[in-house]
């Protein structure tokens, strides 16, 4: 697959995901936090982020996620009915 664009390789996605776990305790200073991620990549970014904000903040932040499959806005033309996963918040 030589045409494949990288948009963010490992490195990069590592530096974006420590900045916004920057970004979430400085505008959540001493506040409980709980974070959410959508189904299905964003439920793992969501893990990566409890992780480093755990790693700045000593605390234990809730972690949860959400499955959107049936409010998603092209549900009517994709060609398979969704696979439906639990959601845990």
Request: avoid cysteine.
């Amino acid at each position: 697959m030589e045409n494949e664009k990288v948009v963010l390789d490992r490195d990069d996605l590592r530096r974006t995901l420590v900045r916004i776990a920057h970004e979430i305790v400085e505008n959540n200073p001493e506040q409980r936090l709980a974070l959410v991620g959508i189904h299905r990549r964003g439920a793992h970014l969501a893990a990566r982020l409890r992780e480093l904000v755990g790693e700045l903040t000593g605390a234990d932040v809730e972690l949860g996620d959400l499955d959107i499959s049936f409010y998603r806005d092209d549900l009517g033309s994709r060609p398979a009915a969704p696979v439906v996963h639990a959601t845990h918040l």
